[in-house]
């Protein structure tokens, strides 16, 4: 039988933006890691942007102490754009920051305690409903053949399922330590091969107790059911209170899958993901892909 009550529409997205972004220091002393720009838009932009194709109305920052630019990001800017006005320069280049008013909310993660602690932060906005968590350092970019990006397709697959989604993706067995793991279920038919029943999560298991080389990879649809479970939660890993344990407790209880994303993945939490989504996305561009392809060819001549 089917469980309505777990297939109610998601509205909200989640994004927890109040680490210290200690990898990417000093550059994210005086900014949020997320506001670093891949060419001309910073991450948070992308993560948005993302979170609106698949259909999600409200945003919901959870920051920190000197993270106010990402809300000033998506604030009018009368003086920039009066000027612009002035000069008749275009204002297109802005459009993709204009949001709703109302639409924007943002609390605060007091202590970074960890990604299950951020997004307990956002209990009350969240309320009773269903919602979407993306993280914006992990960039996650659909192919051009309409099938759209992560958290889109993550909902198609949530209004077919219902409960749980997780987004996963294969690493090389020996790097699971540094992440989520899942361990996989059956596969669902129909799906082509993307969905996947979750039996069990574990959070930076050793490599030899992994049960998969499958990771957790930056996207969520969770019911609301996981802030009564963080609200309890002890520490876990790092010391920190981990969304993974959380998520682990409603295995059994709830329909719990994960979707395989088509598409591609960087890693821009770590300096080599974050030039290569530079790199990957600048040869791609085309006003300035021809330009940056020959300049490669020089720099590695
Ligand atoms: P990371 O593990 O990438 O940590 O967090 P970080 O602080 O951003 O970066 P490093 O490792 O120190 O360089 C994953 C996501 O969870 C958020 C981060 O902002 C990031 O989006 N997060 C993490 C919080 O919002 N609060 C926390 O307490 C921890």
Same mark, same amino acid.
């Given at each position: 039988m089917t469980d309505h009550s777990l297939r109610k529409p998601v509205r909200k997205a989640v994004f927890? &933006? =109040?680490?210290?972004g200690t990898r990417f220091l000093p550059a994210t002393k005086a900014i949020p890691? %997320?506001? @670093? #720009?891949?060419i001309d838009r910073p991450l948070i932009q992308y993560a948005v942007d993302e979170a609106r194709e698949a259909g999600i109305e409200q945003m919901i920052f959870v920051t920190g102490r000197g993270k106010t630019a990402m809300v000033e990001h998506f604030d009018h800017a009368f003086e920039l754009e009066a000027t612009l006005r002035e000069r008749d320069? =275009? @204002?297109? =280049?802005? %459009? #993709? *920051?204009r949001i709703q008013p109302g639409n924007l909310v943002a609390v605060r993660q007091? &202590?970074?305690? /960890?990604l299950g602690h951020a997004i307990w932060c956002a209990r009350a906005i969240v309320g009773d409903e269903p919602f979407a968590i993306i993280l914006p350092d992990e960039l996650m970019i659909g192919h051009?053949?309409? *099938? /759209? /990006?992560c958290m889109k397709q993550m909902m198609q697959a949530y209004n077919e399922v219902g409960g749980n989604l997780i987004s996963v993706l294969e690493v090389p067995h020996e790097k699971v330590s540094s992440y989520g793991v899942i361990a996989p279920g059956n596969k669902l038919d129909g799906f082509g091969g993307t969905l996947t029943e979750v039996n069990g999560l574990v959070e930076k298991p050793k490599a030899e107790d992994a049960?998969?080389?499958l990771i957790i990879s930056g996207r969520y649809i969770l019911q609301a059911d996981v802030m009564r479970t963080l609200e309890n939660q002890e520490k876990g890993a790092g010391g920190e209170i981990q969304l993974t344990d959380a998520m682990a407790k409603m295995i059994g209880h709830q329909p719990f899958h994960a979707v395989t994303f088509n598409g591609r993945r960087f890693d821009c939490g770590s300096k080599v993901g974050f030039v290569e989504a530079t790199l990957a996305l600048a040869l791609e561009r085309p006003d300035i892909g021809e330009a940056v392809r020959a300049m490669a060819k020089r720099l590695l001549a």
């Open positions: 927890p &933006v =109040a680490g210290l890691k %997320e506001m @670093l #720009p891949i320069k =275009a @204002l297109d =280049a802005l %459009e #993709p *920051t007091q &202590v970074p305690l /960890g051009n053949d309409g *099938t /759209g /990006g049960p998969s080389n």
